[in-house]
């Protein structure tokens, strides 16, 4: 459990970006809300800072002002280290629901944003270098942030694999609708896609990569 933020600091975190979070704010004010949590510094220039989920649920939350927020450990589209977007078929899989989807949300726009600040021309239309350096949690944040459901133990879904084809990653679904549609979001989200067969079993999956033109 953190300390609550101040009065200042809360309105820093009222007063964000509503579709990106991103804030601005004293670098002392921006330096704490990291330090609780409830932002996170980009890594690539200018270092824009924006409110991680944990964040967003503090300025859409209706509790009592000043009581203190548990800021849970998340990562936006960028590397910092705690979000993860669902590959399909984890063990333990994060709670569905409005709070993941806001934390999905989050994490694709913090990622455009990652685009059009290191694209030629601001352009977000194809992946960036994160992108291609983390390729299965890029498509995977892409379908999740598509509407796709990942595998789990309740239902089967899109499931996301590493390949040994360099900037390449396998997507499975459970039919060949779904598999199709998975493709759709990944050629919007910038990636190319092709459906292929595995040879020894005969399942179709597609092997999608990053688009570069």
């Known amino acids: 459990m953190t300390r609550p933020p101040t009065a200042a ?15 601005r704010g004293t670098r ?7 330090k609780r949590g409830l932002a996170f510094r980009h890594p690539r220039p200018p270092h824009e800072h924006f409110l991680t989920p944990a964040g967003h649920r503090l300025r859409e939350s209706e509790a009592v002002p000043g009581a203190p927020v548990e800021a849970a450990p998340v ?17 333990d899989p994060p709670v569905s629901g409005p709070a993941r989807r806001r934390e999905v949300q989050s994490a694709w726009q913090g990622l455009l944003e990652l ?12 992946p960036c270098s994160w992108e291609r350096a983390h390729l299965v949690r890029a498509a995977a944040l892409a379908l999740e942030a598509g509407g796709h459901r990942p595998a789990d133990g309740e239902a089967d879904g899109y499931r996301v694999r590493a390949t ?3 900037e390449a ?13 998975c493709a759709a979001t990944l050629e919007r ?25």
């Open 9 to 23: 600091q809360r309105r820093v975190i009222e007063d964000a970006d509503p579709a990106t979070g991103r804030l």
């Open 115 to 126: 685009r059009r600040m290191t694209g030629p021309q601001g352009a977000v239309d194809r």
């Open 169 to 181: 990653v396998a997507v499975y679904a459970p039919d060949a609708e779904t598999l199709a549609a």
């Open 164 to 166: 040994p084809q360099p």
């Open 28 to 34: 002392t004010q921006l330096a704490a809300l990291v």
């Open 189 to 213: 989200a910038g990636w190319q896609a092709g459906e292929y067969t595995e040879p020894r079993t005969r399942a179709r999956y597609l092997l999608a990569s990053p688009r570069r033109t």
């Open 75 to 91: 990562e936006a589209a960028p590397d910092t280290g705690v979000f993860t977007a669902r590959v399909g078929g984890e063990e």
